[in-house]
């Protein structure tokens, strides 16, 4: 038996038995539901952005600005700029996920047109002068004015970390924005708090 044949049925052979060795059991959440119900870190999970975005979008719906962007025509443009953290979590990816789920969900209520998030990191590009540019808060205004956007979200969460000698408790605030890019006001906010703790 050459050797070219031998090691490929050797390595296959030991990955069999280390999955079946490990004890473990891979599953599904569409198949156990419950998979998804427990927390696992103080970090935000699938559960925690579902239910700050149910909370946050809600109130957008029911805003006088909501209001307005169903009856003007044409619809006005809205950029989605990042989220900016204010936490000691590692929730990056969190809130792009939360960002992401906020453009579905604008689109699905057909109000307005939504500027795509690529065309939005080559006008950071071109407003910051880099190449990695990096978003700036303090350029939301400038972008929006370059993107021919009317209103841009954008949003921070903050936190508060405490611990005692039993137990971790880490308390979100999440703030999203609808700023006018001419005349940088606030037109709507909402805020939404979640608390993670490991006892």
């Avoid at 473990?24 to 699938?46: F, I, N, Y």
């Avoid at 609808?178 to 708090?193: A, H, L, P």
């Amino acid at each position: 038996m050459s050797l070219r044949f031998v090691l490929p049925c050797v390595t296959a052979a030991a990955l069999a038995l280390g999955v079946a060795g490990c004890g473990k059991e891979v599953v599904r959440g569409a198949d156990d539901p419950s998979v998804d119900a427990h927390a696992l870190s103080t970090g935000l999970d699938k559960e925690d952005m579902k239910r700050a975005l149910r909370d946050t979008l809600n109130k957008l719906r029911a805003s006088p600005l909501m209001n307005e962007w169903r009856t003007t025509n044409p619809q006005p443009i809205v950029a989605i700029f990042p989220f900016q953290n204010s936490t000691s979590e590692h929730i990056d990816s969190s809130l792009d996920t939360i960002l992401s789920e906020a453009e579905t969900w604008l689109l699905e209520a057909n109000t307005v047109r939504v500027v795509s998030r690529q065309r939005q990191s080559e006008m950071i590009r071109e407003v910051e002068g880099q190449q990695n540019a990096v978003f700036n808060p303090a350029n939301a205004a400038k972008y929006g004015k370059q993107l021919g956007a009317k209103y841009f979200i954008t949003g921070k969460v903050s936190g508060n970390d405490e611990r005692s000698e039993d137990m971790r408790r880490v308390q979100y605030f999440l703030y999203m924005q609808v700023i006018d890019v001419e005349t940088s006001e606030i037109r709507f906010q909402g805020k939404s708090e979640i608390t993670k703790a490991v006892k």
